[in-house]
């Protein structure tokens, strides 16, 4: 099993940055892919970034050049940096890990999932 803890979140303006981060324990972290998903209210829960164990990265269209994902395996943590933040990145925001190992978006490859932290953004 691994555990995934979320913090971070918090309520900024429009073009206001946060640093959220992911604490995983238990199970070998280095070899997982970890991603970042959120869920704003009324949508779907959609993928934002995930990094492998490679430092292989991918970004959702709508956060490049804004968001940054790294992780430092010696923590067994993985962050997203959000700069220039817009109201539309309001959302619950989750930590997610895939054992796989693969660049992945979808929700259901990953298997194990934080609470959320929540990140406001007024205009």
């Known amino acids: 099993q691994v555990q995934l803890v979320e913090s971070g979140g918090g309520s900024v303006q429009a073009g206001g940055s946060l640093r959220l981060s992911c604490e995983a324990s238990?199970?070998?972290?280095?070899?997982?892919?970890m991603g970042w998903f959120r869920r704003a209210p009324g949508k779907e829960r959609e993928f934002v970034a995930c990094?492998?164990?490679?430092?292989?990265?991918m970004y959702t269209n709508s956060v490049k050049g804004r968001f940054i994902i790294s992780r430092d395996n010696a923590k067994n943590a993985v962050y997203l940096q959000m700069n220039v933040l817009k109201p539309e990145d309001t959302a619950l925001y989750y930590c997610?890990?895939?054992?796989?190992?693969?660049?992945?978006?979808?929700?259901?490859?990953?298997?194990?999932w934080g609470k959320g932290t929540q990140v406001t953004v007024s205009s």
């Open positions: 990094i492998t164990s490679s430092d292989t990265i």
């Open positions: 238990g199970r070998v972290f280095s070899t997982y892919t």
């Open positions: 997610a890990a895939d054992p796989s190992g693969y660049l992945r978006i979808q929700p259901t490859s990953y298997d194990y």
